[in-house]
């Protein structure tokens, strides 16, 4: 806090929790990659020139001629009928039956997890995690004033035994994953793996919340059905949705979709946070999915995302040091390395920003003992050739290219 000037009494301390939950790296490392000269692995921006501008205009102009009087009022908590319709519409098809009514609205799905956060966690509750875990939930559970624990995670993610046993002596509220493509990894659960947690959460009483940004990005292999759809994990699973990967993160879009009772409580933290999630944007969006076809253009980013994965992956071997491993995602924005014991890739960072190309270091994304040889790269902002040179200029900053 500053000094107060002579005369002047200090002001009364900000409030605990920001004062021990920090910004996020990436939104600061985002501030240092700004210059147009950096080829930025680092932001989990989807590629703008991907964006139906013209789909997503007319959709807005339809909202705003036709329905004007609607799209500029204040509108209800749980959100626009017509929006919340169509996505219970595409959930059912998604082997999830749904009606329009179990689902919220929300201003993109972070600030579901900040709705979950304020109905779910009381200052002290234990948030069990994955390891590593997407940054911005970490934010969000963190500023609720939460323990949170990390699961001990292989390869293919996190370990139901290991869970089970958290579960029973940290008596978590709840267990936050990412099943899909998770960022930071870039991991899918199996099936298999799905059903183990969802067993978990049945046996030992546990929510899950299950964060599915990215499952619509799929380049290769077969959809997994949600944690949310086993019949184990129905009525405490919380299933979350979001635009913003596959129509623009700049309509801050999102849903929850969570058991009744919890539901209301979340509409009440949300009356609080913003009273609804703006109209115009809610309307606009239901027309996108009348007027357009989601699907086709989500295939067509797909197709595009797809070149640009294997560009990266292509060149991985050559640019990171020998000895390293790295995550091959069948979907998604991001690929998740490990170097050698001895890198720190926090510390290599600004030698790695000279070379103008960056990355974000793996250790925030841990809420336990941080594994700092790990780093994030995304693939889908940027062209194959400026995935190349941008690998060329990763391999000079790392050390291993001349
Ligand atoms: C796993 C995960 N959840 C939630 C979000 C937030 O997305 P939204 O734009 O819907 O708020 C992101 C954004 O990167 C994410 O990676």
Redesign the pocket.
């Known amino acids: 806090m500053p000094v107060p000037l002579p005369g002047r009494a200090a002001l009364p301390a900000l409030a605990a929790r920001v004062r021990v939950t920090g910004g996020s790296p990436v939104r600061d490392i985002l501030a240092v990659t700004a210059r147009p000269e950096v080829i930025n692995f680092a932001g989990?921006l989807p590629a703008p020139e991907l964006f139906d501008r013209e789909g997503v205009a007319d959709a807005f102009r339809y909202a705003l001629q036709e329905t004007p009087a609607q799209a500029l009022q204040y509108a209800t908590t749980e959100g626009e009928p017509v929006l919340r319709e169509q996505l219970a519409a595409r959930t059912t098809a998604r082997g999830l039956p749904t009606g329009a009514d179990d689902l919220l609205v929300t201003t993109?799905?972070?600030?579901a997890?900040s709705l979950l956060a304020t109905a779910l966690v009381d200052p002290g509750d234990t948030v069990l995690v994955e390891a590593p875990c997407?940054l911005?939930?970490l934010q969000a559970f963190g500023l609720a004033g939460a323990r949170i624990v990390a699961v001990p995670c292989d390869e293919d993610g996190p370990d139901p035994q290991a869970l089970a046993e958290l579960v029973v002596r940290e008596r978590p509220k709840l267990f936050y994953t990412?099943p899909a493509f998770q960022?930071p990894t870039g991991r899918t659960l199996s099936a298999g793996r799905r059903a183990a947690l969802a067993s978990v959460a049945a046996r030992h009483g546990l929510w899950i919340v299950e964060?599915d940004?990215?499952g619509e990005l799929r380049y290769e292999g077969e959809r997994v059905d949600w944690i949310a759809a086993h019949p184990d994990a129905r009525d405490r699973t919380v299933l979350?949705g979001?635009f913003?990967k596959v129509m623009a993160?700049g309509l801050?879009l999102?849903w929850l979709r969570a058991p009744a009772e919890l539901r209301r409580a979340c509409a009440v933290a949300k009356q609080a946070a913003d009273l609804h999630t703006p109209t115009v944007n809610q309307l606009a969006a239901a027309r996108y999915l009348t007027a357009c076809d989601l699907d086709a253009h989500v295939a067509r980013v797909a197709a595009v995302y797809r070149e640009r994965r294997d560009a990266l992956l292509a060149g991985l071997a050559d640019a990171l040091p020998q000895g390293s491993v790295w995550t091959r995602p069948e979907g998604g924005m991001f690929v998740w390395a490990r170097l050698p014991e001895a890198y720190d890739t926090t510390a290599l960072l600004p030698q790695v920003l000279a070379q103008d190309v960056a990355y974000v270091p793996g250790a925030p994304f841990y809420a336990g003992e941080p594994d700092r040889a790990t780093l994030r790269l995304c693939f889908v902002t940027q062209t194959p050739p400026e995935i190349e040179e941008g690998l060329r200029r990763l391999g000079r900053g790392l050390g291993v290219l001349g």
């Not at 993109?108 to 600030?111: A, E, I, N, V």
């Open positions: 989990g993109g799905s972070q600030q997890l997407y911005a939930a990412v960022n964060d940004p990215y979350l979001s913003s993160p801050r999102g």
